[in-house]
């Protein structure tokens, strides 16, 4: 019933950068890890009614994400946490819509669920999200309390305007059947292109998940930081370690 073959694909001997601190998850076929989960599957039990959970991404033996199986086509919907007082659903579109943006990453679960059981996310007033993808992230951040956020991400111009299925109308989506529209904005954000920038925008939290895949980003990206972050506010990047990539 579990599937934890796709588990070890994503995440075995993984790293993951939380601010200074090195994340290294790692799988646990024990009694703590297979009683955490069974506890917070329990406290989901009654939306979960008619969904069987298909895989867990697992950090150590107290903090796992569960995926469950949905019958929404392209859809899919985690349990990031046992805090987490409901499922949270994710549309994925076709790459020719979103690109490296259609799909859920690994490291966005471990940024979720770190959104969903820490206070940053519940304190802030406006979070920003780069490079949001999906928007997993920033729902989870709408869903953990955060007063406003906005997801933002490259939309190549040839998909500006396009229909329903394009990367910032999916975000939309996404926040849509979480029931945060209020609170997330998506909009498209060039970090290479300041006039695209927010302005003015002083954010509390600026998050990212997987963010810099070749070292000629590194650079706009800091600058992006620099630009949106509030005095005092915090940045939380995460990502695989690569060893070939910036």
Sequence with gaps: MWDCGRFATLFYATGYVVGMFVVVPSFYPS????????????????????????????????????????????????????????????????????RLGSTVWPSSLALGQWLVDSSEAASAELVLELGCGVGLVSVAAALSGAKHVFATDLQAESEAGEGPDGLIENVRHNAHINGVAARVTARPLDWHLESSYLAPCSCDLVVGSDLVYYPENVEPLVHALKHHLAPGGTALLIGPRRAHAA
């Excluded at 991404?57 to 949905?70: K, L, R």
């Design 31 to 98: 009694a703590p890890l297979l009683h955490s989960l069974w506890v917070g599957r329990a406290l989901l039990a009654d939306m979960t009614a008619s969904l069987v959970p298909n895989a867990f991404y697992c950090i150590n033996d107290s903090q796992c994400v569960v995926e469950y199986d949905t019958t929404e086509e392209g859809e899919r919907a985690f349990s990031l946490s046992a805090r987490q007082n409901a499922l949270l659903r994710i549309r994925e579109i076709d790459f020719s819509k979103g």
